[in-house]
T-cell receptor
Framework: DGGITQSPKYLFRKEGQNVTLSCEQNLNHDAMYWYRQDPGQGLRLIYYSQIVNDFQKGDIAEGYSVSREKKESFPLTVTSAQKNPTAFYLC??????????????FGPGTRLTVL | RKEVEQDPGPFNVPEGATVAFNCTYSNSASQSFFWYRQDCRKEPKLLMSVYSSGNEDGRFTAQLNRASQYISLLIRDSKLSDSATYLCVVRFNTGGFKTIFGAGTRLFVKA
């Protein structure tokens, strides 16, 4: 089955610790995205990547870092510099590099709680 | 003003009712429009794309009004399983494509 997987589903972290969220896709999609969702708010873009070894900051990149060493993988690191990291993190991918009308497919999300 | 705005609801309707949601967008260069459905604590999933001529998928009808810069979603004969949050999504090109998600409209369908 093709799709996007994220792990872990739930993650607890102590303040001051870095943590890495995994995102893997076997859809052969070029573009991948990381979003953050907080209650009552829309999805906010953290980082995105349109091609391997290249990525761009989204609207709320401060305190986060990413890498794109393989087409299938786009891990997100939440660093200790992120002031309010407790949120629902969603990874997505999209096939069309030209920005056409095709949809984004989402992984099941990781719910991060900072204790 | 937010780039994409939705009435957060919640909309509480009985089974069988017809319910409509609107979504307004501020960027007139917007090119692609979608409705996603998100169940509680789950990921968003595409419900339908919205085309200029309007489109229908079973009980769901989506329409686009470019002049007034809004899109709408109509759900007929509501089912209990329609209870979810509906996200309006707009994509526009400003030297690179950008996708904006609305905060969503919550729908509760009751027996």
């Amino acid at each position: 089955d093709g799709g996007i997987t994220q792990s872990p589903k739930y993650l607890f972290r102590k303040e001051g610790q870095n943590v890495t969220l995994s995102c893997e896709q076997n859809l052969n999609h070029d573009a991948m995205y990381w979003y953050r969702q907080d209650p009552g708010q829309g999805l906010r873009l953290i980082y995105y990547s349109q091609i391997v070894n290249d990525f761009q900051k989204g609207d709320i990149a401060e305190g986060y870092s990413v890498s794109r060493e393989k087409k299938e993988s786009f891990p997100l690191t939440v660093t200790s510099a992120q002031k309010n990291p407790t949120a629902f993190y969603l990874c997505a991918s999209r096939a069309d590099m030209t920005g056409g009308v095709d949809e984004q497919f989402f992984g099941p999300g990781t719910r991060l709680t900072v204790l | 003003r937010k780039e994409v705005e939705q009435d957060p609801g919640p909309f509480n309707v009985p089974e069988g009712a017809t319910v409509a949601f609107n979504c307004t967008y501020s960027n007139s260069a917007s090119q692609s429009f979608f409705w996603y459905r998100q169940d509680c604590r789950k990921e968003p999933k595409l419900l339908m794309s919205v085309y200029s001529s309007g489109n229908e998928d079973g009980r769901f009808t989506a329409q686009l009004n470019r002049a007034s810069q809004y899109i709408s979603l109509l759900i007929r004969d509501s089912k209990l399983s329609d209870s979810a949050t509906y996200l309006c999504v707009v994509r526009f090109n400003t030297g690179g494509f950008k996708t904006i998600f609305g905060a969503g409209t919550r729908l509760f369908v009751k027996a």
